[in-house]
């Protein structure tokens, strides 16, 4: 049974990772390398306003999702929409854009480096067990959870549910035919890249409860976001959502049961097998 | 008229001639090149062991007017390159600083496979290398191979030896029972230090309860706690990197993990796990560990002053006296000519912070290999050589 709920935290964990470059590449296409420096920036953000300040770190979340958001919309506008008008076609616009984020990952770590120096950062907050069924467990893992939750559900309603979501889901699917019925194709590609990093950013702040992070570490994030988002299938949400706690669970049942040492072999036979299986990921639409 | 004026002309030009070779011979700068991972795995622990402790040699060497050779004083200059935790992008940089920086003498790198990479270079443009980050049981070949090699940490063994000498004599003295919980790292270290120590347990006598690895980087370890907690074990022994050093405590604290002697290897050394932990690093062990002097406390401070990184309790120090013997060395000699500084650090041992240093076989014969946080000072509980030694205290403040 701690087998489930360790593992569903852990999926917990991996989603907040997962997100953010869920609505970068599902919806916005844009494949960004450097998602997972945003994830160690907003983390970053969080550790100084905690040291500062002492407040409770989830109030940094109040001004690291709008900064995160303006920032990655700046991004978009400056570095990656010259590439989304040149591309002559999707996949073009996948190499553009990887090439591009690659080299801006570089830029991002430079930059952390400087504001923030190359070492360890890590704070100790709800650090305290809570009984669940007589085992215990990490507050901060559970408040991360619990995060994760509201922040899968409340991108889940709003993409199906509300006419601006409808408009992001609808680029994604066809971006020249959304064109046609009067969406604006490219401030809803922005939208999503803007959304995507603000995700990222709040993805890194929770996670920063209880991870420790350097500078450098922004490659771990986006290679697990990149796995999850691709098992996942890229087109829909929910994919990512449920390949993440898919992976929580399997790496727990493995460490518990089997050998904490093949938790990383045991990821990606898993995430072999389903690409093998579905090419496109769990919910993802074979491309037409 | 025209006699004066070129005579004034004349007298103004030998001045302003005087002045000027004046200011050629305020020297040129000592060139000392730096390599190092500014970015990538090893970043987070270079960046509080490796690159301060070279900036504050330069600034108390400048301060001072320069190390003095018989030609008078000259200053320090650093030339810094980032080798991305990289050994090939390592060796990049050391020859680019031999051939190309031409720098007079080069610093060591930091990480043993990092520092065997570099040591052929080092090796044929007759640099010294003074290796502190760099932990090895093939000392006695390696400086063989290479005689201007000197190996300055402890072997790989005496970190686990000592680890567990202390946990036996905890037992000894009937403080901790028999069954150990071991658990490392799947990297270099993490997995010699495990190897080395496995028999070393059953040697002693141990019975090992919990023995498992977990890859690098693992996010959730609480598996691994829970696992080690269900096992019954009397101590915990984690062979374990920086990320996952201030993981296991916390993991430890959560599920309840309350053993009497609780052991991390790297990182429990850093000021900024008593940081994050608070009372709850009091009386965890770790590797590395420093005797209680004013030398060190004071090394200790200025470091913090002149670099705003607060140092370590393993290499900081060992660093700052490897300056030391260099900078009495070159002053020694009174020259850069580095064949006769590299005989010099061999012809003699050296007064520094951390006591005395004998580099004269090329191995350093006293290292501290175990810490414990004891007030606020990572004081050394096991060592090779050194004699002076804090008594263990047991940790039942969980």
């Known amino acids: ?125 709800l650090a305290r067990p809570i009984f669940i069924l007589g085992e215990p467990y990490g507050l901060n893992r559970i408040a991360a959870f619990i995060g994760a939750i509201v922040l899968c559900a409340s991108l889940y309603i709003w993409l199906h549910k509300t006419r601006a979501g409808l408009a992001l889901r609808a680029v994604a699917v066809n971006p020249s035919a959304a064109g046609l019925v009067s969406i604006n194709v490219p401030r809803a590609s922005a939208l999503a890249f803007a959304l995507g990093g603000a995700v990222a950013a709040a993805g890194g702040s929770l996670l920063s409860m209880f991870l420790t992070f350097d500078a450098s570490l922004g490659v771990v994030f986006t290679l697990k976001a990149l796995v999850i988002v691709i098992m996942g299938g890229v087109s829909d949400i929910r994919g990512a959502i449920i390949a993440s706690f898919i992976l929580g669970l399997a790496e727990t049942t493995v460490a518990t049961l089997v050998d904490p040492g093949l938790t990383l072999a045991a990821a990606y036979v898993l995430f072999l097998a389903i690409l093998l299986i579905k090419p496109e990921g769990l919910l993802g639409r074979r491309s037409s | ?80 390159y980032d080798d991305r935790t990289s050994p090939p992008e390592t060796i990049k940089a050391v020859e680019r600083l031999a051939t190309v920086d031409k720098v007079d003498f080069i610093m060591p790198a930091y990480g043993t496979g990092f520092n065997l990479a570099v040591a052929p270079i080092f090796a044929k443009h007759d640099y010294p290398l003074l290796a502190q980050a760099f ?44 069954k150990i919980a071991v658990v490392n790292v799947a990297d270099a270290f993490g997995i010699e230090l495990a190897n080395t120590a496995r028999p070393m347990f059953k040697e002693a006598g141990f019975d090992i309860v919990y023995d498992k690895s977990y890859p690098l980087g693992t996010q959730d370890l609480s598996p691994i706690v829970k696992g080690a907690k269900a096992a019954n074990p009397d101590a915990f022994v984690a062979w374990s990197y920086p990320p996952d050093t201030f993981a296991l405590l916390e993991q430890a604290k959560i599920e309840g993990l309350n053993v009497k002697a609780y052991y991390s290897a790297v990182a429990t050394a850093f000021q900024s796990f008593a940081g994050k932990f608070g009372p709850l690093a009091e009386n965890v062990l770790g590797a590395g560990g420093y005797e209680d002097t004013p030398a060190i406390r004071d090394y200790m401070k200025i470091h913090k002053e002149v670099t705003g990184v607060d140092a370590d309790y393993w290499g900081s120090a060992m660093y700052g006296s490897l300056l030391q013997v260099l900078e009495q060395s070159i002053e020694g000699v009174g020259s850069l000519d580095r064949k006769a500084v590299t005989a010099y650090i061999k012809s003699k041992t050296f007064k520094t912070v951390v006591g005395e240093m004998d580099l004269r076989k090329q191995q350093m014969t006293n290292a501290w290999t175990v810490g414990q946080w004891q007030n606020g000072f990572f004081h050394a509980v096991g060592a090779e050589g050194f004699t002076k030694l804090k008594p263990v205290n047991l940790k039942t403040n969980w």
């Not at chain 1, 990656?80 to 090439?99: C, F, M, T, W």
């Not at chain 2, 970015?39 to 960046?47: F, N, V, W």
């Open chain 2, 1 to 80: 008229m025209q006699r004066r004026t070129l005579l004034t002309l004349a007298a103004a030009g030998v001045v302003a001639g005087s002045l000027g070779l004046g200011a050629a011979h305020a020297a040129d700068p000592i060139k000392i090149g730096v390599v190092g991972p500014k970015t990538g795995p090893l970043a987070g622990g270079a960046t509080i062991t490796h690159f301060p402790n070279f900036k504050l040699w330069q600034k108390l060497v400048n301060d001072r007017g320069g190390l003095k050779l018989k030609e008078g004083q000259r200053k320090i200059e650093l030339i810094e």
């Open chain 2, 135 to 178: 932990v090895t049981d093939q000392g006695d070949e390696l400086i063989k191979r290479y005689p201007n090699l000197f190996v300055v940490q402890g072997k790989t063994q005496w970190f686990a030896r000592d680890a567990i000498a202390v946990l036996k004599k905890l037992r000894d003295e009937k403080k901790i029972g028999n």
């Open chain 1, 1 to 125: 049974m701690d087998i489930i709920i360790t593992g569903l935290l852990l999926g917990g964990t991996y989603a907040l990772m997962a997100m953010g470059l869920q609505l970068q590449y599902g919806v916005a296409r844009i494949m960004n390398l450097a998602n997972g420096e945003i994830l160690v920036a907003g983390a970053f953000g969080t550790f100084w306003f905690y040291s500062a300040t002492k407040f409770s770190p989830l109030y940094s979340l109040i001004f690291l999702i709008p900064l995160a958001f303006v920032a990655n919309w700046a991004i978009y506008d400056v570095l990656i929409r010259p590439l989304v008008r040149r591309a002559k076609s999707q996949g073009q616009l996948e190499v553009d854009s990887i090439l591009a984020t690659f080299g801006i990952s570089f830029i991002f770590v430079g930059g952390l480096l400087a504001v923030f120096g190359g070492e360890y950062l890590s704070y100790s907050y």
